[in-house]
């Protein structure tokens, strides 16, 4: 799925998250423990909308190590000669 299609798939299905007073105070908890400011919701759909493809990318290449990286299968496996 691009991208765009799910920014503005989660831009729908936010304001349903806060139907319910577990969803508002799970979202208020949220906001206040990573000190998001008061007006996080009205914000948040602009802020979606400048992700990019490539700022992924480039924040994948900047903050993950493949070095330290660990590979973990689950379910069978069969090692194929190669």
Known sequence: MPLVLRVDLYNSRH???LE?????ASFLQMVQQFDLG???EQRLPGL???VT???VNAV????LS???AAVV???PYEEHAG
Do not use: S, V
């Not at 319910?20 to 508002?24: A, H, K, L, R, S």
């Open 15 to 17: 304001p349903r998250n």
């Open 20 to 24: 319910t007073n577990i969803g508002i």
């Open 38 to 40: 008061l007006d996080y």
């Open 48 to 50: 979606l909308g400048e």
């Open 53 to 55: 493809r490539e700022k």
């Open 60 to 63: 994948a290449r900047h903050t």
């Open 66 to 68: 493949p070095d330290h």
């Open 73 to 75: 299968i689950a379910g």
